[in-house]
């Protein structure tokens, strides 16, 4: 790492395969992500870099260099190291996944011809936007939440209060009231709307509205991160609420286990994700690999940073060049890419978001278990 945060991943590429056709070139994809800060522990750069080594090392087909810096969580610089990467001649650059950094971004990007490629980004308003250089490696949010309503009514729930939040835009304020939208879709009941400031640890205004309620609310849906979400469950359950606490993938952290600290307090709680983690799948097999080899992966978001360079480089070794807006079209090409949280990766379907089943994560006995995996039976309009 040079002094000024920049990690460069460059493996020179030696003894290329007789059947290639030209040397292969090299795609330059620049990351501006979260190394510190509030959104740290959502970050995709250690997946990413673990990723781009293991392609590099295997010697076949594109090379990937990386640049990484950390916008320390904040989104102004994030676009100002974006433009920083475009500068260098990057074809894809990535910026904190919310879309006060990737509107404008995606703006600047668009006269160079390049990507603009967030891989864990879920919010619509870039779907919405339009942005023909634009692709995010997640589902969009209203699919999370129909995930989680579906699941939760099959379960039983019938009465539920949503939680939101203005402070990450619609992933925050929109994703619970779409959950809220396709639970009254199945049958269920919204029965309060509150709301919260990312930050907070102490629950009480919402938990007295909450207990006010009668008959009693038998679902709880907020989306959110850790560790506000782990001690709003321990709050929940100290006060009496033997509920359903219902989540997003902000719940997709190693550390909820151990911010609630209480396996018992985790038997109700569910959370739509990307990928199964903590559960000895693929990704789990892969993330332990990345750590073995000395790479500070964490979880599902790793595993996302590492499909953005797995699609990227089966795109741009299938488009044999490194004109950026030939690489974008190859990446929404028919036949899909080799992924980490699923085996194929297409944007041919959507050229914004790729097709996949979304899980929804439970817990029994403190360990999580894969409660559905499917495509939602009704999914929000989010236009």
């Known amino acids: 790492m040079t002094a000024t945060g920049k990690i460069t991943i460059a493996t020179a590429v030696a003894g290329m395969a007789a059947a290639m056709p030209l040397q292969a070139q090299e795609i ?52 100002s190291l974006a433009q920083r990467f475009l500068d260098e001649g990057a074809q894809v650059v990535s910026g904190i996944p ?19 490629f967030s891989a864990p980004n879920t919010q619509v308003e870039m779907q919405v936007a339009g942005f023909e250089n634009f692709i995010a490696g997640a589902v969009p949010d209203p699919i ?3 995930a989680t309503a579906q699941a939760a009514y099959d379960a039983g729930a019938r009465r539920a209060v949503i939680i939101t939040s203005s402070d990450a835009g619609s992933w925050s304020d929109m994703l619970p009231r779409w959950f809220g ?18 930050g907070t640890s102490d629950w009480s205004p919402q938990i007295a509205r909450i207990r006010a309620i009668d008959p009693a609310p ?21 006060n009496g609420y033997e509920g359903w606490v219902i989540g997003s993938d902000g719940f997709d952290d190693p550390s909820l286990e151990g911010t609630v600290a209480d396996a018992a307090a985790l038997e109700r709680v569910m959370f739509a994700t990307h990928g199964l983690t903590g559960m000895n799948s693929g990704i789990d097999a892969f993330l332990a690999e990345c750590r073995d080899a000395g790479f500070g992966v964490s979880g599902i978001f790793d595993a996302l940073g590492a ?18 807006v030939a690489l974008r079209a190859a990446i929404r090409a ?27 994560i439970g817990f029994r006995d403190g360990e999580r278990v894969l409660l559905t995996e499917d495509t939602p039976s009704h999914v929000p309009d989010w236009n």
């Open 181 to 198: 939208e396709a639970f009254e879709h199945h049958g269920g009941e919204v029965v309060a709307r509150l709301t919260h400031s990312f």
């Open 144 to 146: 999370n939440a129909a």
């Open 334 to 360: 028919e036949g899909g890419h080799p992924g980490i949280t699923a085996a194929s990766i297409s944007y041919a379907e959507n050229p914004g978001f790729p097709i996949k089943n979304v899980p929804v």
């Open 307 to 324: 499909d953005m360079v797995q699609v990227i480089h089966s795109a741009a070794t299938a488009a044999g060049t490194d004109d950026p």
């Open 218 to 238: 038998d679902a709880i849906h907020i989306s959110s991160m850790l560790p506000d979400v782990g001690i709003l469950i321990r709050q929940l359950r100290a």
């Open 98 to 116: 919310f879309p006060d950094s990737l509107i404008p971004i995606t703006q600047i990007a668009e006269p160079y011809g390049a990507t603009v």
């Open 28 to 79: 330059t994809i620049g990351m501006a992500v979260s190394l510190t800060g509030e959104y740290a522990p959502y970050g995709e750069s250690e997946g990413a870099r673990c990723m781009a080594e293991r392609l590099n090392a295997a010697g076949e087909g594109a090379r990937i260099n990386l640049l990484i810096e950390d916008t320390r969580s904040d989104s102004q610089l994030s676009v």
